[in-house]
Every structure is written in C-alpha cells, then in structure tokens.
T-cell receptor, first 116, second 114 residues
Framework: GAGVSQSPSNKVTEKGKDVELRCDPI?????LYWYRQSLGQGLEFLIY????????KSGLPSDRFSAERTGGSVSTLTIQRTQQEDSAVYLC??????????????FGPGTRLLVL | AQSVAQPEDQVNVAEGNPLTVKCTYS??????LFWYVQYPNRGLQFLLK??????LVKGSYGFEAEFNKSQTSFHLKKPSALVSDSALYFC????????????FGAGTRLFVKA
C-alpha cells in the first residue's frame, strides 16, 4: 500500500510569512509524528498524535509552531511568522500505534523548507 | 536524561570491508533500540531493532547490530560494505515518558568507496 506522503516536497518562503506542511499517514495508522532535521543535525522531535488522545507537544520549539490532525488521519504542521532558523527538512512518520516499545515508525520523504 | 549518542559524524570504509557504526545510549529501564537509514533525498527507513532476546539482531540489507548491556551500546555492523550502503544512519531509542517517544541520535554519515 501507499506509504506516508508529505506535501509540498519543497517550500521557499519569505521571513515573516506563515507556512503549512501536510502529512498523509499510512491508512490505519493511529500514531503520527513530526520531526525536524536541520542541516548537519539529527532529528528533533516536535509533536506526536495518538488516536484521540491529547497530542504530546513537548518538542515544539516555540508558540509559532502548531499542528493539528483532522479525523485521526491527515496532519498539518503550521509555522507562523517564519524565521530563517526554521529552515530545515520537516519529516512526518506514522505507526500502527505508539503504545508499544517495539513499534516501528514509517517516514515520509519530508518537506524541505527554506526561509529567505 | 535519556539520550542516544553517535560519536562519529562520518565513517569511511572501502567496498568489501566490514563496517561498524557506533551507538551508545543512556536510558532508565529496558532499552528499546532501533537503527534507521536515510538515503539521499529520501525519508528514513527502518533497518532493525532490539526489544528483547538475542543480543545479535539481524535486519535489512545484510545489516546487523549487537546489543551490549554492560557497555550500553548498540553498534551497527555489516561484514562486507557496498557502495550503495553510503547513506546517513540514525540510532534511536524508544523511551516511555507516559507514552512512548523516540529519541534519535545525531546521525552518522557512511561513505563506502569503490
């Protein structure tokens, strides 16, 4: 079946503008994660959703970042008033559940964001 | 604090030689350890994981990893490297913080020369 998809694949924006990044998880996966990968750095956890539970937002770097997940499926990560340091690849992942230790995450190809 | 360390930014090996990509961890409780690989311009792909059982775990593309509790390590290995193995490798640990969260290492870039 189809894997995790993300759109757009690339986004160039001007400093101060808002951007929305979309993630379509694998059908039936109840858990969805957002990460940020900056150049030369590892993956930084941002937020995760598990079913109807309140999301874990502990990784969001500032209040300019927010995310929602509609209908337990598609998720949108919104960055308001973008800054140059927001430039990074934003990765989405999904898993059948987040409740198990051995759960494998399936990653999308990412959205490469460049803030000029 | 719970963490994962990959001490090498880059590893260079010649094709046909064995390769090792190092990973150490610090967690409270039982560690649940993963390796993921990221090929150029592609998302991360799962390679292998250790949850319990045999310390030597075999995964995709001929890779394996050995869990060493006393050294708190989970090094990734392959007996004979291929040029196509060149990629960015991430070690990760799943931790229970009232819900399971995955903590990734900084990544190690592997270059395999023909």
């Amino acid at each position: 079946g189809a894997g995790v998809s993300q759109s757009p694949s690339n986004k160039v924006t001007e400093k101060g503008k808002d951007v929305e990044l979309r993630c379509d998880p694998i059908s039936g996966h109840t858990a969805l994660y957002w990460y940020r990968q900056s150049l030369g750095q590892g993956l930084e956890f941002l937020i995760y959703f598990q079913g109807n539970s309140a999301p874990d937002k502990s990784g969001l770097p500032s209040d300019r970042f927010s995310a929602e997940r509609t209908g337990g499926s598609v998720s949108t990560l919104t960055i308001q008033r973008t800054q140059q340091e927001d430039s990074a690849v934003y990765l989405c992942a999904s898993s059948p559940t987040s409740g198990g230790a051995g759960v494998t995450q399936y990653f999308g190809p990412g959205t490469r964001l460049l803030v000029l | 604090a719970q963490s994962v360390a990959q001490p090498e930014d880059q590893v260079n090996v010649a094709e046909g030689n064995p390769l090792t990509v190092k990973c150490t961890y610090s967690v409270s409780g039982n560690p649940y350890l993963f390796w993921y690989v990221q090929y150029p311009n592609r998302g991360l792909q799962f390679l292998l994981k250790y949850i319990t059982g045999d310390n030597l775990v075999k995964g995709s593309y001929g890779f394996e990893a050995e869990f060493n509790k006393s050294q708190t390590s989970f090094h990734l290995k392959k007996p004979s490297a291929l040029v196509s193995d060149s990629a960015l490798y991430f070690c990760a640990v799943r931790v229970n913080t009232g819900g399971f969260k995955t903590i990734f290492g900084a990544g190690t870039r592997l270059f395999v020369k023909a």
